[in-house]
């Protein structure tokens, strides 16, 4: 079984990955409004962070991948949208 904890620690990326991620960028236009790349690695930490709970994945689990002794600092990483929100309240139980 491979080791995951502390998957994402680095918010930064050598040489290679940030080749790798400005072709990802371009290939996708990932431009921001003054027409740079606006792809980083610590954008892809955050967006991890906030789809995998999206996904049903256990704050805690995101929080390992991380490598995050609190769950404080992961919270930090999640970005849920209002839409996000209305579908948490939205599975709640009802009497219907």
């Not at 080749?19 to 371009?26: F, V």
């Not at 994945?57 to 999640?78: K, M, Q």
């Not at 849920?80 to 309240?89: F, I, K, R």
């Amino acid at each position: 079984m491979t080791d995951l904890s502390g998957y994402a620690k680095k918010s930064t990326a050598n040489g290679d990955t940030r080749a790798l991620i400005d072709e990802r960028a371009t290939d996708a236009d990932i431009l921001d409004d003054a027409g740079n790349l606006a792809l980083s690695a610590h954008i892809l930490r955050h967006t991890l962070a906030t789809n995998l709970p999206r996904a049903g994945v256990d704050i805690v689990v995101v929080a390992e991948l991380l490598g995050h002794a609190r769950l404080d600092t992961t919270r930090r990483y999640t970005l849920p949208t209002h839409a996000d929100l209305e579908d948490a309240v939205g599975r709640l139980p009802t009497d219907q």
